[in-house]
């Protein structure tokens, strides 16, 4: 089922390449947008332009407040992201965190001047970059970091169709290799939905605890836990 879905998600991808439609509502739109117009609209009216954080104070930076109310549209929206599928996806929505970072302006004199490590949540091993490194990949190139895809899922499963209990209650992920990791850098951990938190739990603790740590993320559906 899993490849069948997967083999579906590219298909879908190749199609969008010579008919592009809009992944939502299907209205068909030019070659330049990912959404119509009216799906834009709705998505930009909910931007969340302002830091969480999840309990221990740790900042999480995305685009759009995953709420009960509007459920559906983004359910779509994130179903049609999965798998990757054309980098030209992700540059647009790479470009607007980062401009909506520099806005906001966490508290930069604890991070400004110091080199950034863009670590993406890790792909199920198609042997391509899925949806969270496409992403983070854009986000390096577009801001001249360093992107470092250092880690790995432990353990099979999919993660939507476990409870809270369950998400927490063992290790998801490793360390691919031993890649160079150093308290000098602000490490971003680049994932599409932060919901529980667990995976960039995780992914904090595998990166040894990094003193600067942020988590960047197109959907955020609140319902976070302390990472440390």
């Avoid at 992201?81 to 401009?99: H, Q, R």
């Avoid at 599409?192 to 595998?206: E, H, L, N, P, R």
Wanted: charged share 25%; with cysteine.
């Amino acid at each position: 089922m899993e490849s069948l879905a997967n083999f579906n998600t590219q298909f879908s991808h190749w199609l969008s390449g010579c008919v592009r439609v809009c992944p939502i509502c299907y209205a068909k739109t030019d070659t330049t947008r990912y959404l119509c117009l009216t799906c834009e609209r709705f998505a930009k009216l909910r931007q969340y332009k302002q830091w969480a954080r999840v309990q221990d104070g740790t900042p999480i930076l995305s685009l759009y407040k995953w709420t009960e109310r509007e459920h559906e549209f983004f359910r779509l929206f994130a179903a049609s992201l999965k798998g990757g599928g054309p980098p030209s996806i992700f540059e647009p929505y790479a470009a607007e965190l980062l401009t909506l970072r520099a806005e906001l302006r966490k508290p930069i004199e604890k991070t400004i001047g110091r080199p950034w490590l863009i670590v993406p949540a890790p792909s199920s091993g198609h042997g391509h970059r899925d949806h969270a490194e496409e992403l983070a990949w854009n986000i390096a190139d577009l801001s001249r970091a360093t992107y470092l895809p250092c880690l790995k899922r432990v353990g099979l499963g999919a993660q939507k169709t476990k409870s809270l209990a369950q998400r927490w209650s063992a290790q998801r992920l490793g360390l691919r290799g031993t890649p160079r990791l150093s308290a000098e850098f602000l490490y971003i951990f680049v994932d599409d939905i932060v919901t529980t938190g667990s995976t960039a739990a995780y992914a904090y603790k595998c990166l040894g605890k990094p003193p600067h740590f942020e988590i960047w993320t197109l959907f955020n559906r609140p319902r976070l836990r302390g990472l440390r």
